[in-house]
């Protein structure tokens, strides 16, 4: 059946397209801003139907979930991070074009931070409105495009509602997020859980999930520790996800469906629009704030994204541009994401761009072979969230990712910070395995283990977003 405004509000569409059927709908569908309601008449939203513009085609297919481990004893233990030589020695084998060694990193300058076309920047005024501006335009042309701004005919509308959910501490919201271009529908969903038991608007943790949507399961039949709703529940905080490979643009250099192909068919000017894979999911977040915005039972000021790995790398990029994101969580992001582009070890500018070219806007490739030419780098992204917070994180095992990369970036950036005098200046020296750093708005935590995000992961985000949001009362 085709779900339009009108069987929605007549309590005809009680399930979801994907087949999910376990979610009850307890309360009839409204729309969650009045100026929705103008739009309603306007055109015919197929609200329940994910796939709609998209094509189920694109649907990505999960991997297994592992129960979660809520044994966090382990990590009490806090010790200097030094990589053992067997794993350093072992991934080198495994790719030999790849340096894991601390001792080969090449000498590198980075394009400075406070580096002005007008001039030197002194002033938070300065970095807000010069300095800013210059960055995320260069960003944007040279790493992750331009995409559309937000579409005049946005919509939402909760499509699923269940205020018992797990075991009534939670209620449950799915909405569709919806617009339309040139008379044709583009659909994809939130899930959003908010906790019952709690004072005023309830802050919220957003996860841009690329994996499959196992890991976000409304049912709670599924749980897992990349989404740990239940947990996050528990601390008082709602948990939100968008399955942006599975609903927004699929993960894939070929994608002929998406809604970048969909921009394409539909969009007046398409030719201005430049974004990369990470850039669309980006854009599905901020869209995500404009619920929110719109949600009474959200407290808006209070939003933080986390995304991990090319997830995280989304993220930061949302809350880099986002300045309505209060908290930017990266987990795991490495390159394209926090690490310093120019400092060779684990994953380089050139082997992320043959891989996932779909990713970054076409230009970014181009500095594969000339690195100092690239008139970025990542500290200066990490900058962009300043003086809003955010917090890094890494694992010991991860390589890959270059957790040192990724700390020096946040040490270099952490400049801006003081700019505004809301953080200390930083030193080279990485915090301890497990430990949480905090350094005012600033966050930081290296976990022990491999490449992932883990309960241990979310506790340390929480614990951080506690020390932040207190004061306002949760
Ligand atoms: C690959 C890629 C990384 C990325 C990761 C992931 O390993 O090289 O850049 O972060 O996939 O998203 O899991």
Partial sequence: ???????????????????????????????????????AGAWVWAAGAPFSAYGAASKQKSASIAPIN????????????????????????????????????????????????????????????????????????????????????????????????????????????????????FTFHLTLFVPNERRGRAPVFLLLNHRGPDNTDPTRKTQSEFWPAEYVIGRGYAVAA???????????????????????QHYDKPGELTWGALCAWAWSGSRAMDYFETDPDINPSRVAVIGHSRGGKTSLWAGAQDTRFALTCVNNAGEGGPALARRNFGET??????SFPHWFTPTYANYAKKIDALPVDQHQLVALVAPRAYHGGDASDDLWADPRGSWLS?????????????????????????????????????????????????????????????????
């Avoid at 946005?154 to 018992?164: G, S």
């Avoid at 500018?349 to 043959?354: F, H, K, S």
């Avoid at 005098?421 to 301890?432: C, R, S, T, V």
């Fill in 70 to 185: 809520t044994d966090l004893s382990a990590y009490e233990k806090k010790f200097p991070w030094k990589p053992p030589q067997t794993l350093i020695d072992s991934l080198s084998a495994k790719r030999t074009d790849t340096n894991y060694d601390e001792a080969k990193v090449q000498p590198y300058v980075l394009p400075g931070l406070f580096d002005s076309a007008g001039g030197k920047i002194t002033t938070p005024a300065q970095w807000e409105q010069q300095r800013r501006g210059e960055l995320i335009e260069l960003f944007r042309r040279e790493v992750y495009g331009v995409a559309p701004p937000k579409p005049d005919t946005l919509a939402f509308r909760t499509v699923e509602a269940d205020p018992k959910a797990m075991d009534g501490k939670a209620t449950l919201k799915r909405v569709a997020i919806g617009f339309q271009l040139k008379g044709e529908p």
């Fill in 410 to 474: 946040l040490v270099e950036a952490s400049k801006v910070w003081a700019l505004y005098g809301k953080a200390a200046a930083m030193k080279d020296e990485m915090p301890l395995v497990n430990d949480l750093y905090v350094n005012g708005p600033i966050a930081y935590h290296i976990r022990e283990g491999g490449h992932g995000l883990t309960l241990w992961d979310w506790k340390l985000y929480l614990d951080h977003a506690d020390q932040l949001f207190k004061e306002a009362g949760k």
């Fill in 1 to 39: 059946m085709r779900t339009t405004w009108e069987n929605i509000a007549a309590g005809e569409c009680g399930r979801w397209a994907t087949g999910t059927t376990a979610v009850r709908r307890r309360r009839p569908s409204k729309w969650a801003s009045p100026m929705a309601l103008l739009l």
């Fill in 242 to 264: 968008i399955n942006v490979a599975d609903e927004v643009e699929p993960d894939n250099a070929k994608a002929t469906t998406g809604i970048r192909a969909f921009y394409r």
């Fill in 349 to 354: 500018l050139g082997q992320i761009t043959r």
